[in-house]
């Protein structure tokens, strides 16, 4: 017996020899822990000395002298007494025997397991396990061990409040329900806690309709129902009642369970009731629940938690962190084992949740001769390569059950099946396949009712629907073949039938469901406004200032009741119903006023003047409509840049540009006005056009940007030959002579990089020429000096490119001065002081590189303050802290290091939010992990590092993957090396050039490239070596003289040590550190 278990608060680790209770830990000899074992196995039965010498010290001739030592070690240990024993009691004259509770969670039967199970399937499928099914959930011993272990101490420091997180698939639901609630419920529970009853709800299936009480009536109605064989706990009362007490009066249901357990004689020192909240991330993401309503619940549950009465589990999938994170109640006491991060199953415990189950129905496996295995290795094999495979797995090991021949699950069924992904796809769509064309047709309609997006269009879930909503026989056919193939589940909420996909899963895996989701997305999103705007309505007694007025809102929900695939709720038709009516009377009422004008007018006017009218009319409607469309393309617009919501501006550039066609066509043919295009017109289609480019720029389609570019460029020209002094128009005009020089910078073309970049600055200082106090001009002039240096510096001139970045930061400081709150000198100028730290590098001025991102970090840090959501102050942020880390970590100052990584973590995860397909954004946040993970590696990580492997392999981001190349060939595991090598190859292709490079960043690319590949050439004993080394040390020789940056001074010592030593090139990452830092001193 060497598993872990429980004797009293103590859990007892046999395989360490150790005993831990809460934060003690203590170490015991090897045969005092033989011992203790001895009198465990021998629960409550007295054990004589002459026993344990002979189990514990066989063939050692010796008296019971050292059991009387192991004896004693062992009471000191547990702070045990033998005059008042709570552990070991001694029994006079006959030997000792153990006293206090002894509890194992899970018997002690090695692999195999007694062949007990008669019920259900012994695979659960797509449901979660239920305490019903403890007997057959296998595979989480350590995670429950883990739990026990931290609930008894949260329990000690009274508030056994705790967060189980992990991502969708995992198995978190089931390890609480299954795994670790039912030790609890068992007689006298587990380490001192015993849970009577539980109530557990399932937060996605309570509709809120905006009202914080529904969620308190559902946990409500779970509680009313504890209670024994003598009375229930809460008498009397019904569950509105009782939520009523727990929404105001929470310590009056804390005093009535109190005095409940009181009454009974519990024997532990933890009795109390269990709450469950699963699914919790559909309550956060429910935006028609005010964020004040959900602290309020949340409180009141650490309210209950903290009686230590109330053993409460909050239950979430981890990527809605970021909302959890912003809850103070939820975060309290996350290092002390408040917060559980429960991950996918290691290949042990998959193999114990595929085999286990199958030996207690007592079932066995198929052997496939092609692949010489047995089936459960196979599906083994299967799973341990898709993450988060449970539901999944589950469902295929169900089906491998239900169609079993002889008692044997069969390979020709799971290769029918296609394996475990393709099961649950395979499974749907095969039962669609086979209904009649009129049941098929249903499905249209059914997947409104239990799909799910949120408004932002981001998050996917499924709902719960009730039967009643269903209209026609079809619909009705369809849900029930889906629930008898148990793909839906049908069951009872709030006494109403309802159903719902028995996992997400269904969702995420049917294709079709997919197709369909993306085919509707837009639709779906509307939907999830207007029933939010609806219940905003109900909610304020359906007061008029809640209805809709005419505009895009309107429009969208009228458009809502036209779609056949969109099932609109009564209370959703009526909202709709009430904003057309007063819609409609406003309209009427401008209609009276409007024809009492016209016959005023009639009687006043003369008719020889009506033309003239008429122009004005027209000219007027133009020029209100062109001033709002300037609006959007500009101040609107730069707006919207300032946050990185490039999806807002390209739906705004996409109606500038429809607006723009409209209006020249109407000019060109209007009875009034025959002229052509103004110039305000012939603008705004220039900045929309603009505009779009700078989109397609920041979706990474870089050619259609250009294309825009040049576009706008030829319009702005043809603007400047009219009005050479504008100054908006010489804005636009140097702003896309910018993202031209850009587009070329970015690849790698410094000659046309700089032919635009230049024109930018002579186009800023013409601006500023005509201007010479705008601020706004000498904030350009300031870029346009950034993008000039940046070439210089691109090209080694660096003492060039100081000049221009120095002048960029005077004028940015000009402008600071004459308007200390202007936002934007205060960002760039923070901007202007990281580019120029990693200028003064290549000085060797490392002291005055670390001042610079300093400064430019408490600036950014003061902006972050200020206004927290903007996306630029974060973008230039997460910028700085990465260089910044990165220099400090060359110098050897971790705790500064891992500071600026956290928090460059914690800003590029926020910024993310705002935009989750910004690619950059994107790049950005897996080089952050690549670094923490990398740098602060802990000896456990194999999983970390496997994860991080797929995550870099699958973003494809460049310096994440030659960071992780580094860090895999210093821990030895070259093959995963030598893969992301050929990754990085065929992402660059440029790297294994034998040109020369003409530019920093390339030439650091480069070096950083071919270390690693000489590095991995020397590992395989390749004939490339001397080539690779020759080639390297060609690429420096240029810039040997010009730059003491620390990655050319590390490159250039590689070639040196790799043409002339038979020693190997640093590899490893700390050896690499106190290269650099030799360099730095």
Known sequence: MRQKFFLGDWQVEPSNNRLTLGKIKRSIEPKSMDVLLLLCQKNNEVVSADEIVSQCWPDSPTGDNPVHKAITHLRRALNDKATAPQYIETVRKRGYRIIADVQFLVNDTDNTVASTWTEHPPFVGLKAFTAKESEIFFGRDALIRDIVSHKAELFRKKRPFSLILGPSGCGKSSLIHAGVLPLFLRNKGLNSIYAHDFASIDVADIESSNNEFAIFVELASYMIDWGDENSYVFNNLSATELAELLLNEADQVIAIVSDWLAERDQGVNFPCFAIIIDRLEAYLADQSIPTSSKSRFFSILEQLSQSNFFLTFLISRNDFYPIISTFETLMKNKGKGAHIDVTPPSLNELSQIIKRPAVAAN?????????????????????????????????????????????????????????????????????????????????????????????????????????????????????????????????????????????????????????????????????????????????????????????????????????????????????????????????????????????LLVVSSIATIYSQQARELAENKRK??????????????????????????????????????????????????????????????????????????????????????????????????????????????????????????????????????????????????????????????????????????????????????????????????????????????????????????????????????????????????????????????????????????????????????????????????????????????????????????????????????SLVSDKNEYRSISTLIRFLQSKDSWKHAGELINQLETLKPELQSQEPVSDFYSLQSRNEYLTLKINQELHDDSEQIERLCAHLSSLNDSVANKSQHYSILYAQHVASICLNSENPPYSKIDEMRQFYTRLLQ
Not at 425 to 435: I, P, T
Not at 493 to 517: D, I, M, T, Y
Request: aromatic letters at 10%; proline letters at 1%; one cysteine or more.
């Open 363 to 599: 079932i066995a496996w198929e052997f496939d001769e092609h692949t010489n295995s047995r089936l459960d290795d196979i599906i083994l094999s299967d799973a341990s390569r898709a993450p988060n495979c449970l539901p999944l797995l589950q469902y295929t090991l169900q089906e491998l059950y239900l169609q079993r021949a002889n008692n044997k699950l069969c390979v020709k069924t799971y290769n029918e099946l296609e394996g475990i992904e393709g099961a649950i796809g395979h499974k749907a769509e095969q039962l669609y396949e086979s209904l009649s064309d009129a049941v098929k047709n249903a499905l249209d309609n059914i997947l409104p009712l239990i799909v799910n997006v949120t408004q932002s269009g981001n998050t996917l879930t499924s709902k719960t629907a009730h039967w009643d909503t269903l209209q026609t026989q079809d619909e009705r056919e369809l849900v029930k073949q889906m629930v008898e193939h148990r793909l839906f589940v049908s069951f009872s909420n709030k006494g109403k039938a309802s159903f719902k996909v028995a996992h997400e899963a269904v969702l995420r895996k049917w294709e079709r469901v997919q197709k369909w989701v993306e085919t509707h997305h837009n639709s779906l999103i509307l939907k999830a406004r207007l029933a939010e705007q609806t219940s905003q309505w109900l909610v304020n007694n359906k007061n008029h200032a809640f209805l809709l007025s005419e505009g895009k809102p309107f429009f969208d929900a009228i458009m809502l009741t036209s779609l056949a695939n969109i099932r609109l709720e009564e209370s959703e038709r009526e909202f709709i119903a009430q904003s057309q009516k007063r819609i409609s009377r406003r309209k009427v009422l401008k209609g009276v006023t409007a024809a009492t004008l016209v016959v």
């Open 624 to 949: 209100e409509a062109e001033d709002l469309m300037g609006f959007m393309i500009g101040d609107f617009a730069d707006k919207l840049r300032t946050v990185k919501r490039m999806d807002l501006l390209e739906g705004i550039s996409e109606q500038a540009l429809q607006y723009v066609e409209r209006a020249k066509q109407t000019q060109n043919t209007t009875l009034f006005n025959t002229q052509s295009a103004s110039f305000e017109l012939r603008f705004q289609h220039a900045l929309s056009v603009q505009a779009m480019a700078e989109v397609k720029f920041y979706r990474d389609e870089i050619d259609t940007a250009k294309e825009a570019y040049d576009e706008a460029s030829i319009r702005l020209e043809e603007l400047l030959k009219e009005q050479q002094t504008n100054q908006q128009l010489l804005k636009a005009y140097g702003a896309n002579q910018f993202w031209l020089g850009q587009i070329h910078y970015i690849n790698g073309a410094m000659s046309e990089s700089k032919k635009y970049f230049d024109s930018y600055l002579s186009t800023s200082k013409a601006m500023l020429a005509a201007a010479p106090n705008s601020l706004e001009a000498m904030m350009e002039v300031s870029y346009a000096e950034n993008s000039v240096g940046t070439i210089a510096f691109e090209q080694f001139d660096f003492e060039n490119a100081i000049k221009h970045y120095q002048a960029s930061l005077e004028y940015k400081e000009k402008v600071v001065e004459a308007d200390p709150s202007n936002t934007e000198a205060l960002l760039y100028s923070a901007d202007t002081r990281s580019w120029l730290a990693s200028m003064v590098l290549h000085l060797g001025e490392f002291e005055s590189a670390e001042r610079y991102y300093r400064e430019g970090a408490s600036q950014l840090q003061l902006l972050y303050e200020q206004d927290g959501e903007n996306a630029a102050v974060i973008q230039t942020y997460v910028a700085l802290l990465t260089k910044q880390a990165t220099l400090l970590l060359m110098r050897n100052n971790d705790e500064q290091a891992l500071h600026s990584i956290d928090k460059a973590k914690y800003l590029i995860e926020k910024a993310l939010q705002q935009d989750p397909k910004n690619t950059e954004w994107i790049g950005d946040d897996v080089y952050i992990k690549t670094l923490k993970h990398v740098y602060f590696y802990t000896q456990d990580v194999e999983d970390e590092t496997s994860k991080l492997i």
